[in-house]
């Protein structure tokens, strides 16, 4: 036996998948299985350091420490230095069509004209064992160029366009908090993450390398640095793996928690190598602000709807980011609107388009390289809007000095500052319908749903989880435009009333799992402690 067939069956003892589907063996052949054991028995203890590390962090921030930039990073911050090259492919990522991994909706993204596609295992994803599967064989057979699907009452035939005219592939694999626990390594899960991007990369890599196409990834939920640091040292361990050059493996990193914005220019310096870009996961930041202050009375968000990237904390986020990537050579990426189009309803429909168009605007004027939008229709407006105002592939020259103007004690304070609003009856009730509504769906395997033409995704559905839990949490109370108290009695009312709300239940998508959803929802908000994220006492519920 060889030396590798040795290696390769040493690494094979001690991992098993604890399910099996049809076809499976052929994306977790022993070759596959044994990279994956590599990779967990390599970074899994760093991984765990890491997440005690976020635990010790938000303990201090429930003790009223505030955020704030890092003075041993301050040379790093002040140091002259910039990212690699970024590869022509991404050059130009004016508009990135973003969604879940089933056949039909990559061809569609691959197909939407779109100049990027980030498959999405994440925000969108219920991470159902079927959902990964299909949606990795998916990925693998259209970088092969192969893919096909048929409708299912044979109306349509869906088939990729040529590879040239197709949006470029990126890839997000979940983030570092979650287990896959369908394979075990020495008796423990390994890491969602490393599942995730190790299979992509296994069976793709080396294809679209040779395509002069990354592989590309987005990075999802970073808090630090050092995550950062830990992604970089997986990323260059696969390509040793797999015979790759150093730097070959592109990514964009989400700014999408409050901690993180503290360490833009160190997750840029971690990454400098393959980083392209940070992009606004604007949502996932409003949840991160709520958890990070899930325990600080004065900092108690108004309702979601009020919640706005106008709001001082999140208007500067997205422009301390613009100015970070700019100055380092790196794309700044804006985010997601959430509406997406109505049908059978004009006039609402113009309206929610106005709205994705003034998100648009705002975000090519404040310098953003980039945007994402939710659903193919809406590819003509945003690209309308990039054009008209970007001159060239991006807008990097756009420097945002004025935003480092500021002193770091200023820029902090205008990062934390807390918002002006209101909670209505209607917020507090919607909070409680879109808790339950998404979490049927995910838990029947749906991870993205239109929720009264919102799109709503795991990111979108923890503000509307976190708010009701700091509301009812909050000492002293908090209440009500017109001075109801919120509580338990409220909450009770609302989730009494939802099933009569719901009469079409069983049309809706998960509608046979709404009372398990009420069940998770009512344990999420009674616990005395908020759950770090809705998915994962969820995912014991799922396969
Ligand atoms: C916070 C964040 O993380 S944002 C990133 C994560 N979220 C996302 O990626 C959102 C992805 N979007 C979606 O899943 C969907 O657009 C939804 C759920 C919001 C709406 O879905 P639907 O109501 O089914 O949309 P609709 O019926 O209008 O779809 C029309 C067509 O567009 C396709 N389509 C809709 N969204 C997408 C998409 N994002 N990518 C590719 N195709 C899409 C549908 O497959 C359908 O195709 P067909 O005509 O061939 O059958
Ligand atoms: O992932 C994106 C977000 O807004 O969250
Ligand atoms: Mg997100």
Redesign the pocket.
């Known amino acids: 036996m060889s030396a590798v067939l040795q290696d390769q069956d040493s690494l094979t003892r001690g991992v098993a998948t604890t399910r099996a589907l049809p076809g499976q063996e052929h994306l977790l052949t022993p070759a596959a299985l044994a990279f994956l054991t590599d990779l967990h028995r390599t970074f899994e203890p760093r991984r765990q350091q890491r997440l005690e590390a976020r635990r010790v962090r938000q303990a201090q921030f429930d003790a009223g420490t505030l955020p704030d930039f890092r003075e041993d990073t301050a040379p790093i911050r002040a140091g002259d230095w910039r990212v690699a090259q970024i590869p022509n492919a991404l050059l130009d990522r004016r508009v990135e ?4 991994t089933d056949p ?3 061809i ?2 691959l197909n ?1 004209g779109a100049n990027c ?2 498959a ?1 295992f ?3 994803t219920a991470p159902t064992w079927d959902n990964l599967l299909t949606g990795q064989r998916a990925l693998g057979k259209a970088v092969a160029g192969t893919l096909d699907w048929m ?1 299912p009452d044979g109306s ?1 035939h ?1 088939v990729l366009k040529p590879f040239g005219e197709q949006a470029v592939l990126i890839v997000r694999p979940r983030g570092w908090h979650l287990d896959e626990k369908h394979v075990r390594v020495d008796g423990v899960p390994m890491s969602a993450s490393l599942f995730d991007l190790g299979v992509f990369a296994f069976h793709n890599a080396r294809a679209l390398a040779a395509k002069d196409r990354g592989p590309y990834f987005y990075l ?1 939920k970073l808090q630090s640095m050092e995550e950062a640091a830990l992604w970089n040292d997986v990323l260059s361990h696969i390509e040793s793996a797999l015979g790759l050059p150093d730097g070959q493996m592109k990514v964009t990193v989400l700014i999408e928690t409050l901690p993180a914005v503290f360490e833009m220019d160190e997750i840029l310096h971690a990454l400098r190598t393959r980083i392209a870009g940070l992009n606004c ?4 930041y409003i949840f991160s602000y709520l958890k990070t202050f899930r325990r600080h009375r004065d900092r108690v968000l108004p309702e979601r709807a009020q919640v706005t990237m106008t709001q001082p904390f999140l208007k500067t986020y997205s422009e301390l980011l613009i100015h970070t990537c700019h100055k380092r050579g790196a794309h700044a990426m804006g ?2 609107a959430a509406q ?2 109505i ?1 059978g309803d004009e006039s609402a429909n113009h309206r929610a388009m106005e709205r994705v168009r003034a998100d648009k605007v705002r975000e090519v004027g404040a310098g953003h390289d980039g945007t ?6 809406l590819i003509p407006l945003a690209r309308e809007v990039f054009d008209t105002w970007m001159l060239g592939a991006h807008q990097q020259v756009v420097l945002r000095n004025d935003v480092r103007a500021k002193s770091d004690a200023e820029l902090r304070e205008a990062l934390l500052k807390p918002s002006l609003g209101t909670i209505t009856r209607a917020g507090f009730e919607n909070n409680v319908e879109v808790c339950v509504r998404y979490l049927a769906a995910w838990l029947d395997g749906n991870g ?3 929720i009264h033409w919102l ?6 559905a923890e503000i509307s989880r976190s708010q009701l839990w700091q509301w009812l949490h909050s000492d002293p109370p908090v209440f009500l435009d017109d001075g109801t108290p919120i509580d338990f009695t409220l909450l009770e009312r609302a989730l009494i009333g939802l099933p009569s709300k719901l009469a079409d239940r069983m049309q809706l998508p998960g509608g046979e799992r709404i009372n398990e959803a009420i069940e998770l929802l009512d344990s999420l908000t009674h616990a005395d402690t908020l759950e770090d994220f809705l998915t994962l006492p969820a995912y014991a519920r799922i396969d």
Do not use: F, L, Q
Not at 372 to 377: R, T
Not at 455 to 460: G, K, N, Q, R, W
């Open positions: 069509i973003t969604g879940p039909k909706m990559v569609n993204a939407s596609y980030m999405d994440e925000d969108s409708a349509k869906y999802p996961g604007r949502w996932d985010g997601m997406i189009p049908s994402w939008v939710a659903h193919p229709a993205c749903v239109p799109m709503e995704d795991a990111a979108t």
